[in-house]
């Protein structure tokens, strides 16, 4: 279904109207695969995408077609076949020509070590490990899981690391960036890169100069478009969208259709964000605390509706990067919210529920 009426802030960020002038780079996390499902720490083993992470990244191509961006010059994308899928399902969406498309283990989704293949909710980690050192592992930008040795299940040999850091996987996609993907984002060429969570986050954090310790605090969505444009020289140009990260220059493209489904999934009425902060305030006493925000944006994140995880993980980022009080008063928390919806969803709030 042809989408129109975008608001201005969309408009700019169309293929069609892109100046000649500038580079453009869509990065693109794959759909939902069968490991994102259970959730189990996938690394570089290679789930294949279920049935609704087709659907996801078909999606992707949809709207990218309806923005304009019905050409691609190349793609790049890893080894890896829920996100080497997930590029040609998006590109034959979008109604492109045949795309030379680069595969490179550079691009593969960060190595897990001895984790690799286990769920991540499995207690034999937790009993052995503990929570605290999990969550390091996950989190820390320079912390490793223990390596992988050779008899474990899904060993690979070299090229495949035995296990990384967030700052490793950041390294090998940036000398990869520098060397490869970068020097062909010349102007009026657009390039499609179709990764991973964290080799997304990696890339992301340099470009938009994230400090160190706030980059496990981007989330990357599974499947929504992200642009960049680049001039002449290298610098991105795209009009910042202000955090308290410093700002990012990627613009998420978050389509009509999926605003319109999270507006008939929250229904009701009065003001929504009201709605959520009485829900998760159990005790009444008119605060929340932050753990207990992320904990409730979390139940929401990854659900069946790409549109509600979306907003929840760029809600959550933006608590996350943030620096202030350990608890929040309603307008503290609207003013998180509101901040996302602004940024990605222009008049949503007012057009379908209203703030105080």
């Known amino acids: ?86 590029c040609q ?117 340099h470009l938009d100069d994230v400090p160190e310790d706030k980059i496990s605090n981007l989330h990357i969505p599974n499947s929504v478009p992200c642009v960049y444009r680049f001039d002449s020289e290298g610098n991105s140009v795209l009009p910042p969208l202000e955090n308290a990260a410093g700002g990012t220059r990627g613009h998420w493209l978050f389509s009509v259709e999926n605003m319109e489904r999270l507006k008939d999934k929250i229904g009701g009425t009065g003001s929504f964000l009201q709605s959520v902060f009485d829900a998760w305030d159990t005790n009444g006493d008119g605060e929340l605390s932050k753990e207990e925000i992320k904990a409730g944006l979390r139940q929401i994140m990854g659900g069946e509706d790409i549109a509600i995880s979306f907003a929840a993980a760029k809600i959550l980022e933006e608590i996350a990067i943030d620096e202030g009080a350990a608890t929040l008063k309603p307008e503290e928390f609207q003013r998180y919210a509101s901040s996302v919806y602004e940024k990605y969803m222009p008049g949503f709030l007012d057009d379908a529920t209203g703030t105080p």
């Open 1 to 86: 279904m042809e989408i129109t009426n975008l608001p201005t802030s969309f408009r700019c960020l169309t293929g069609a109207s892109s100046p000649k002038d500038l580079g453009t780079v869509v990065l693109l996390r794959h759909g939902q695969s069968e490991w994102n499902a259970v959730p189990t720490f996938s690394g570089w083993s290679d789930p294949k995408l279920t049935a609704r992470g087709i659907g996801e990244a078909m999606e992707a191509g949809d709207l990218l077609r309806v923005r304009g961006f019905r050409h691609f010059d190349l793609a790049f994308t890893s080894q890896l076949v829920r996100a080497s899928r997930t």
């Open 89 to 205: 399902l998006a590109l034959e969406a979008a109604g492109c020509d045949p795309t030379p498309t680069i595969q490179s283990y550079f691009l593969n989704e960060r190595h897990y070590g001895c984790l690799q293949g286990r769920r991540k909710n499995d207690k034999d980690l937790f009993a052995r490990y503990g929570k605290e050192q999990l969550t390091k592992w996950r989190r820390e930008f320079r912390a490793a899981p223990p390596p992988m040795e050779e008899d474990h299940e899904h060993y690979q040999p070299p090229p495949a690391p035995r296990t990384e850091s967030l700052a490793d996987c950041q390294a090998r996609v940036l000398h990869y960036w520098q060397d490869v993907i970068f020097p062909t984002v010349k102007p009026g060429k657009t390039i499609l890169i179709a990764a991973h969570s964290n080799t997304i986050r990696a890339l992301v954090a």
